[in-house]
């Protein structure tokens, strides 16, 4: 069964700074992978996927990520994080166990921006 | 174009009563998904649907939840009776077809409380 990992609960970053929030999934073949935020009080909103092609993945807000497949992993970055970027950011797998589209969903890994 | 509309927003109730939330798909998707998110156990998949037809309700907690989709376009969550530990936010998401069904859109949420 496919399975996805975050393994920082909690990140902090200075504004200005670069961040890579970290995702390991499981599967055997070529997964659909998204990263998705959520604001305080507010509801999941997409950043970006990869389905195949390209392993570098442009998104939203200036995110992009990674598709490593030796490393199963889906790394999110951002060059210089803004103090609007913090959030909590959830990694997602898409389960091939269900046809109908139902995702795998990370713990979530929230992130605090320093001024 | 509107997104995943939730209502209401808000809800606070006292334990034994009947709560019902309401989703309303985005226009042209065709698969539905109810969420419940709490902060000892994160982001947990309820039940989702496909062209209105139940499809996985194995997250569903017990028999007091329930939920229907009547139409394409609508669908409902139900607890009776609610009581004190299902407070939590609730989400829906909806998707397309193909590829795009992964690409789950959610609501707002509705945060529940149970007294």
């Known amino acids: 069964a496919q399975s996805v990992t975050q393994p920082d609960i909690h990140i902090t970053v200075s504004e200005g700074a670069s961040l890579e929030l970290r995702c390991n999934y499981s599967?055997?073949?070529?997964?659909?992978l998204f990263w998705y935020v959520q604001s305080p009080g507010q509801g999941l909103q997409l950043l970006l996927k990869?389905?195949?092609?390209?392993?570098l993945v442009q998104g939203i807000k200036g995110f992009e990520a990674e598709f490593k497949r030796s490393q199963s992993s889906f790394n999110l970055r951002k060059p210089s994080v803004h103090w609007s970027d913090a959030a909590e950011y959830f990694c997602?797998?898409?389960?091939?166990?269900?046809?109908?589209?139902?995702?795998?969903f990370g713990k979530g890994t929230k992130l605090s921006v320093k001024p | 174009d509107a997104g995943v509309i939730q209502s209401p927003r808000h809800e606070v109730t006292e334990m034994g009563q009947e709560v019902t939330l309401r989703c309303k798909l985005i226009?042209?998707?065709?698969?539905l998904f109810w969420y419940r998110q709490t902060m000892m156990r994160g982001l947990e998949l309820l039940i989702y649907?496909?062209?209105?037809?139940?499809?996985?309700d194995s997250g569903m907690p017990e028999d007091r939840f329930s939920a229907k989709m009547p139409n394409a376009s609508f669908s409902t969550l139900k607890i009776q009776p609610s009581e004190p530990r299902d407070s939590a936010v609730y989400f829906c998401?909806?998707?397309?077809?193909?590829?795009?069904?992964?690409?789950?859109?959610f609501g707002p949420g509705t945060r529940l409380t149970v007294t």
């Open positions: 997602a797998v898409g389960n091939y166990g269900g046809s109908q589209g139902n995702l795998i």
């Open positions: 998401a909806s998707s397309a077809t193909g590829t795009a069904r992964y690409e789950q859109y």
């Open positions: 226009s042209g998707h065709n698969s």
């Open positions: 649907f496909n062209n209105n037809v139940p499809i996985d």
């Open positions: 990869y389905f195949s092609g390209d392993t």
């Open positions: 599967y055997g073949a070529t997964p659909y």
